[in-house]
């Protein structure tokens, strides 16, 4: 089969039997244009086989923009790197799960809801006593948020903006609540009796987190900047695993909280939010090996290992991540702020300089992504490395939110039901054995 655009806005697929199909070519506002393949296996029979959905667009989407190539993100036309300067993370969540930034009054409003939130997830405490307390935090995560929908009065209605407001900003204080209560239940403690109350998003939920109920929390406001700052950069990443599987979870019109439960399970693998953990860990391993970072990278080209130089690489950059030269900077105030110095960070430098002059990685286009440095801000505030992808999922749901929302109002939306290329045996007859 070959294929050839007759027209600026046709494409046809021509086999060589001299059959042909055209599609439609649907434009954005800016990116790849698609060809719509509806009707391929009505009119040809063939099906499309794309692995990792690598060129498949599985939605038209209008809340982020990412141009891979030129290292560019937008929130909903907000360049990432403004809203980093100048946003805080609630002014964000309200940005990508309505559209707008926020007025004072909405953000007031956001704030109200977020703090009855707060109280409903409070409840759930028991539930994470009762789990054992080595169990990883993202799984004490997804059972909390599964909890949730057992005390939670919220049917979110998509398609009712002021329900689904109140609803979103119930579940992003809900959330944080949740996430302090995977760290107490792993490394002891109680939660602080309310939340503090900080300038940020990030500083009630470090409050909430190393605070105890004896003590008052005393916010450091550069470590308050810089997480609520990570937690912007993590908001959303438009089709990525973890939100992909979100929205294929509402489009059978499960409900946020169930889609939020898968998501978080996708997120939680180390080629996804696990990464942060890994990196930390692979850092680790490189130093109790004596540091020799060459040898690790002579590791990662030997194809024979599997071994993967975590924090590298993405599907979509093949330039640079944005969100990873901003995290940098951000863990070097953070270093700065604490008067703490990182070994680890010294083999992450050298790291990323020995890969970044390295042919195997070159050919590849395989640069630091945002995970390559946030496992060591979070390391330098204070979290353990079993945290890490905690706080990816607090920083990503308002990304699930947006994208939930958008699948389950999308009148042209079907439940996601891929097909396949059946490679196994033909029919053969039973035989006991
Ligand atoms: N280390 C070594 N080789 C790599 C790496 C890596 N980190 N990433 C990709 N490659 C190689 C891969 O082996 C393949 O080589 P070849 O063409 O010779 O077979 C080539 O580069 C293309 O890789 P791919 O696996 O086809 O690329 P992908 O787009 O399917 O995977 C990725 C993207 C992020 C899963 C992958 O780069 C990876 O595993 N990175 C390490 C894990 C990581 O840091 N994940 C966090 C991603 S950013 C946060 C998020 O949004 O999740």
Redesign the pocket.
């Known amino acids: 089969m070959q294929d050839g655009v007759d027209g600026a806005d046709r494409v046809r697929l021509k086999r060589a039997n001299g059959d042909s199909v055209d599609f439609e070519v649907i434009s954005g506002t800016e990116g790849a244009s698609a060809f719509n393949i509806g009707t391929l296996l009505a009119e040809s029979g063939l099906v499309t086989l794309d692995i ?1 959905f ?1 060129n498949t667009a599985s939605c038209a989407s209008n809340i982020t923009y990412i141009d891979g190539d030129a290292g560019i993100v937008r929130y909903r036309g907000y360049p990432v790197n403004q809203l980093a300067e100048h946003a805080t993370f609630c002014d964000v969540v309200h940005l990508l799960t309505t559209g707008e930034l926020p007025t004072q009054d909405q953000l007031a409003s956001l704030n109200a809801g977020m703090a009855e939130g707060t109280e409903l997830a409070r409840t759930l405490q028991p539930v994470f006593s009762a789990m054992p307390s080595n169990t990883h935090p993202m799984a004490m995560l997804s059972a909390g948020v599964s909890a949730l929908s057992g005390v939670s009065s919220d049917a979110f209605d998509a398609f009712d903006d002021s329900a689904a407001e109140l609803a979103t900003a119930r579940l992003i204080g809900a959330f944080s609540i949740l996430a302090a209560l995977t760290y107490k239940a792993s490394s002891g403690g109680s939660l602080p009796r309310s939340t503090p109350s900080t300038s940020s998003y990030a500083g009630d939920f470090l409050g909430n987190l190393f605070g105890s109920p004896g003590d008052g929390y005393e916010s450091d406001p550069v470590i308050e900047r810089a997480l609520d700052v990570a937690f912007i950069l993590h908001a959303d ?1 438009e089709q ?2 973890s939100t992909s599987t979100v929205r294929l979870a509402g489009s059978a019109r499960a409900s946020l909280l169930s889609s939020v439960v898968a998501g978080i399970s996708a997120l939680s693998g ?4 696990g ?1 942060n953990q ?2 930390v860990e692979m850092l680790e391993d490189i130093k109790s090996g004596g540091g020799d970072v060459a040898r690790f990278v002579g590791s ?1 080209k030997d ?1 024979q290992s599997g071994t ?8 979509v950059y093949k330039s640079y ?1 944005p969100r990873a030269a901003i995290i940098k900077k951000l863990l070097d105030q953070v270093l700065l702020q604490l008067g703490k110095k990182d070994d680890l960070l010294d083999i992450a430098i050298e790291l990323e300089s020995v890969a970044l002059s390295d042919e195997y990685f070159i050919s ?1 286009k ?1 640069y630091p ?3 390559f440095y946030t496992g060591l801000l979070y390391r330098a505030i204070g979290f353990p490395a079993n945290m890490f992808t905690v706080l990816f999922a607090v920083g990503r749901l308002p990304g699930w939110i947006a994208h939930w929302r958008e699948c389950v109002t999308d009148k042209q939306n079907k439940i996601g039901r891929p097909r396949q290329l059946y490679v196994g045996p033909t029919e053969r007859t039973y035989q006991p054995q």
Do not use: I, K, Q
């Open positions: 990792g690598a990443h990525n695993c180390p080629l996804h939010g990464a890994a990196v990662v194809r993967r130089l975590m924090g590298f690489g993405h599907r991540d590849r395989l992504n945002v995970d």
